[in-house]
Every structure is written in C-alpha cells, then in structure tokens.
C-alpha cells in the first residue's frame, strides 16, 4: 500500500464532501487517532526511576543547581526543534 497515494485520494474525496456532519466524524476520528497514538507514546517510570529523579532533585535544590524557566524552555526547545 502506497500510503502517500491513499492520502492524496482520501484528500480529494474530502474536497468533494457537503455533509457537515460527515466532516465532523472525520475530524472526530483524526482526533481519536492522534489522542491514542500519544497514549500508546507514554510510559510510566519504574518506582526506582521515581524515586531516582526525586533524589536528584532534591539534591540538586539543596546544592542550589538550579536553572531558570527561560533556560528550560530554551533547553527543550532545542532539544526538540526539528
């Protein structure tokens, strides 16, 4: 199966569609899919990772290395550009 070609035909089928609740569904579906591919994305941590991270943490607070929220977002930004 082509999936780029089953795309481009679903495309132009849409392109033709007047039943607004038929676009509802479909908007709908979409929606369930892209909801449950995160789901199925996520994995919970171990108790032992749990109480790891939170170690490290506290650590961290009390030795007073700490970042700033501005450096957060600029780490994950960086991390996940692209």
């Not at 607004?20 to 919970?44: C, D, Q, T, W």
């Not at 490290?56 to 994950?76: P, V």
């Amino acid at each position: 199966m082509d999936i780029h070609a089953e795309k481009e035909l679903i495309k132009s089928e849409l392109d033709k569609v007047e039943d607004i609740h038929l676009v509802e569904a479909i908007k709908n579906m979409l929606a369930f899919g892209m909801a449950k591919r995160y789901e199925e994305s996520l994995n919970p941590m171990s108790e032992e990772v749990f109480y790891k991270r939170n170690e490290d943490s506290q650590k961290a607070i009390k030795d007073n290395q700490l970042i700033s929220q501005t450096e957060a977002r600029a780490y994950f930004k960086q991390k996940h550009a692209g």
